[in-house]
């Protein structure tokens, strides 16, 4: 059994049996063997989805004495790979979230230890973190990276579940867990168990408070969202194994970045947040959002951060930016890089709330028909505060016909009432509550560059020919440039920003901004070049 390289940074005794440092000693097997011991901790106590501690937060309380214990006691006989059953018999579940919060943070320790004994000089996170301490080691000679934060766009956030009221209609729907479990995206759910689904993932509206809440007896959580700060809740949609290649999300970004050196869960973080509601009930996250940027700039040598952001969350990033002073946002952030904004909202809402979508934008070969998928989806979608948020705004649609019906036109300004025509009044309320969120498109106060694809048929209008309250048949949608899903006029709402940089990606959908080698690559080389700037 071997010590590895922990030795050399521990001031208490080796989690294993050590071995004599001194004539020998192998480097490249213990590097290896370091990789094998974090792989081991991270897939069975924190990033995976069935990982104890995957919603617990970082903590120095417990490190190093109580979490080494327990990482002892839970090796292998080869001493360098984790009892997965080990871990939830060793301690009680009051000292849990402590022992978690230590976990966490004990591995962000031997990253850094792997970073600096094993990653040659060009990979190296250039910092080297001791948890139970305010110490923070530059190492000298190497390029300090700018820390990343993911933020990702509507349905790019994973949604967990537990439901509890057994009187719950339908009759053949599961009423009570005794846990979470995944409800977005569960592909089981989506296709098995559908009309469950759009029961447990809807909202209720308020008309009193103007908020939303779960429907009653489920209760919903965001795996990953500030202050954990995950990455692979946002890398893959569905993380289970059958269905990760057809969900991947920001799996590609991550893969580039860590390619240039960086480290997830150091200076790499996820921002996954509740997609159905609008900025205005993303008080909370904001606060934990602010703290993961500013936590992330003090353990990374006060290093301002690079904000990426995709779709909605490109939006929830500017809302979060206007929100703060220009002296928070000039000592904390580096940059802004935006992909397919949806600046002044999207036609294309429209669409998925007069039908549905089938969601094949996002996910591959869902086995079900896609007619009742698209009506489930948009019975789900019109409880959604993000719907009414993302869509058309009078600020950049102007007076531009949206929906032609043989008795009215409606634009931006009178799209509430064809919401109410349709028989939903709610959404009528929500976006009343939204649209004036980031209609102004006031500019972020950082350096800013602003990504959009283009020359892809978007929705633009739709277009029906009878009384749409009389008729479930679909409109004719109308089609002009975009990215598929927001349209180009609006994707280019970034460009009166002061000091912006714009980059069109003719052919490029609004999924591939965040999925495709073309961007993720431009992405990458982008964040490279910022890296090189002076501090």
């Known amino acids: 059994m071997k010590c590895v390289l922990l030795l050399l940074l521990m001031s208490s005794s080796c989690l294993c049996h050590?071995?004599?440092?001194?004539?020998?000693?192998?480097?490249?097997?213990?590097?290896?063997?370091?990789?094998?011991?974090?792989?081991?901790?991270?897939?069975?106590?924190?990033v995976s989805v069935s990982g104890v501690c995957n919603m617990a937060v970082p903590s120095a309380e417990c490190v190093p004495a109580a979490v080494e214990e327990v990482i002892r006691n839970c090796l292998e006989q080869d001493g360098i790979k984790i009892d997965e059953h080990c871990f939830p018999d060793s301690i009680s579940e009051e000292d849990s979230r402590c022992i978690c919060g230590g976990l966490l943070e004990f591995i962000k320790m031997i990253h850094a230890v792997d970073?600096?004994?094993?990653?040659?000089?060009?990979?190296?996170?250039?910092k080297l973190f001791f948890p139970w301490s305010s110490v923070t080691a530059t190492l000298p000679g190497d390029v300090e990276l700018h820390p990343v934060i993911l933020l990702p766009g509507d349905g790019g956030s994973r949604?967990?579940?537990k439901l509890d009221d057994p009187s719950k209609d339908p009759f053949l729907c599961t009423k009570v867990t005794n846990d979470f479990y995944d409800i977005w995206v569960n592909i089981e759910q989506l296709s098995l168990g559908i009309e469950c689904w759009k029961q447990n993932m809807a909202l209720v509206y308020d008309p009193v408070t103007r908020t939303t809440s779960d429907i009653q007896g489920v209760t919903t959580r965001i795996p990953g969202t500030p202050p954990a700060g995950t990455t692979v809740d946002i890398e893959w949609l569905d993380p289970s194994d059958i269905w990760k290649d057809e969900t991947v999300y920001y799996a590609k970004m991550v893969e580039k970045l860590t390619a240039?050196?960086?480290?997830?869960?150091?200076?790499?973080?996820?921002?996954?947040?509740?997609?159905?509601?609008?900025?205005?009930?993303?008080?909370?996250?904001?606060?934990?959002?602010r703290n993961l940027i500013q936590n992330t700039y003090e353990k990374n040598g006060n290093t301002p951060v690079i904000m990426i952001a995709h779709s909605m969350g490109c939006t929830m990033s500017l809302y979060f930016l206007t929100q703060q002073t220009q002296a928070w946002k000039d000592k904390y952030v580096k940059s802004l890089i935006t992909l397919a904004g949806p600046w002044g909202g999207s036609a294309k809402s429209l669409e998925i709330f007069a039908v549905g979508t089938d969601l094949s934008d996002k996910i591959n070969n869902i086995p079900i028909l896609s007619e009742v998928l698209m009506d489930a989806t948009r019975f789900v979608e019109r409880t959604n505060p993000s719907l009414a948020w993302m869509m058309p705004t009078?600020?950049?649609?102007?007076?531009?016909?949206?929906?032609?019906?043989?008795?009215?036109?409606?634009?931006?300004?009178?799209?509430?009432?064809?919401?109410?025509?349709?028989?939903?009044?709610?959404?009528?309320?929500?976006?009343?509550?939204?649209?004036?969120?980031?209609?102004?498109?006031?500019?972020?106060?950082?350096?800013?560059?602003?990504l959009y694809g283009s020359a892809v048929p978007t929705t633009e209008q739709l277009v029906y020919s009878w009384d749409p309250q009389s008729s479930d048949q679909a409109p004719v949608f109308r089609y002009g440039s975009g990215d598929g899903t927001v349209n180009e006029k609006r994707l280019k709402g970034c460009q009166d920003w002061a000091g912006v940089t714009t980059q069109e990606f003719p052919g490029q959908t609004h999924m591939e901004m965040v999925t495709g080698d073309t961007v993720t690559n431009y992405v990458a080389n982008l964040v490279n070049d910022l890296n090189q700037q002076p501090m």
């Open 18 to 46: 050590p071995r004599p440092l001194l004539g020998g000693f192998d480097k490249m097997e213990a590097c290896s063997d370091l990789q094998v011991l974090v792989d081991s901790l991270e897939s069975n106590f924190a």
């Open 115 to 126: 970073d600096l004994l094993c990653a040659t000089h060009d990979k190296r996170d250039s």
């Open 159 to 161: 949604i967990q579940a």
């Open 260 to 289: 240039l050196g960086y480290k997830t869960g150091v200076n790499l973080h996820g921002a996954p947040y509740d997609w159905r509601r609008a900025a205005n009930e993303q008080e909370q996250y904001f606060i934990e959002l």
């Open 394 to 450: 009078s600020q950049i649609w102007s007076s531009d016909p949206l929906v032609k019906t043989p008795s009215m036109d409606y634009t931006a300004a009178n799209i509430g009432d064809f919401f109410k025509l349709l028989g939903v009044p709610n959404m009528a309320m929500m976006y009343e509550n939204t649209r004036g969120l980031t209609a102004s498109l006031q500019s972020p106060g950082v350096e800013a560059h602003c």
